[in-house]
């Protein structure tokens, strides 16, 4: 996994920058898991291509899946609500996958990734994946917000199947976001990027 600092404008897809960019604006912090996407204008969320977790557990932390958006079962044939990721990652992708979500819960930072795919007729996608930890009263990352994106520059592509049984690519990068969040507790510090 390559990680390095960087800056908005590293995100390819606009909403997700504006995503991070709220995100930091905002601050990090929402009492509970479920209000994430109210945390943001209605419109700039895409549930269907989106997963919410809660990070339950301290020690070994496991991520249970709260919300799985339509268009990402379709591509999985996942039906993950309920369930924790590592229980429908498969065994090949767990590793790579968990160890990003264990990033963005341990920094408290913003974690984008891009990946490369072929569909059923092999015309090439990127996957980009933007994760945004929340955090409680106590500082610690309760909850993880992840925004995801399949796009091809070759047009159109079947995304029915794409990640069948949890088999989701490995990042070919992926970015750590060095910002700092205005806190309610230190209302000078402003949110920079």
Known sequence: MI???????????????????QWARAGSRVTDPAMVPFSFEPASVDMPRSILTRVM???????????YGSLLSAASGLEARGLYLDE???????????????????????????SCVSDVHDVPVDY????????????????IFTATLLIS?????????IF??????????????????????HPHLRAAI
Not at 128 to 143: D, M, R, S
């Open 3 to 21: 990680v390095n600092p960087s800056s908005a404008e590293v995100v390819r897809h606009v909403p997700h920058r504006w995503l991070i960019n």
């Open 57 to 67: 557990g301290a020690d070994e932390p496991r991520y249970q899946i709260l919300h």
């Open 88 to 114: 429908v990652l498969s065994p090949a992708t767990r590793d790579y996958i968990l160890a990003q979500y264990d990033l963005c819960r341990r920094i408290r930072k913003p974690v984008y990734s891009i």
């Open 128 to 143: 980009e994946k933007l994760l945004l930890p929340f955090t409680n009263a106590q500082g610690e990352v309760h909850c």
């Open 153 to 161: 520059t070759e047009g159109r592509f079947e995304r029915d199947g």
């Open 164 to 185: 069948a049984n949890g088999d989701f690519p490995a990042p070919n990068s992926v970015a750590v976001y060095s910002i700092d969040v205005g806190r309610e507790d």
